[in-house]
């Protein structure tokens, strides 16, 4: 699974309308956000670091809600956009979520160990849970 990351504005338009995951590394105003949906009709989740989500109005949290698309909160550590402009999650880690999802462990108890081992949020671990993870 891949999460599409953008770095400026300027990249919004360009991006394949196929995007489900994007990361912004940007302060994204109303008009970028409207932007993104409209460049990406099948996005599912928009993903911002902690320090830009208390900066997203009360307005796009309901229109996003009202599209249904997840706004998350989260970085993506180490990731080097000049080499990829995708992070990629690890297959093994998709297979380990997998694999305690078929153990019967709770969704509480797998994002708690994913998490602490990775280096996604829980509200990302959350949504992958919620997909059909196929590896």
Known sequence: MKIRVVSSREEISTLNPNERIVHLTFRPSNKDIFELVETCPRIEVIQLPKSYMATVSKSIEMFLQMQRIQLLE????????????????PPLLLENIK???IEGKSTEEIEKM?????????????YLLTKEISV
């Open 74 to 89: 989260g970085d993506i550590w180490g990731h080097r956009k000049d080499i990829n402009e995708y992070y990629v999650i």
């Open 99 to 101: 694999e305690m999802k």
């Open 114 to 126: 994913v998490s602490s081992e990775s280096k996604l949020k829980p509200e990302m671990v959350a």
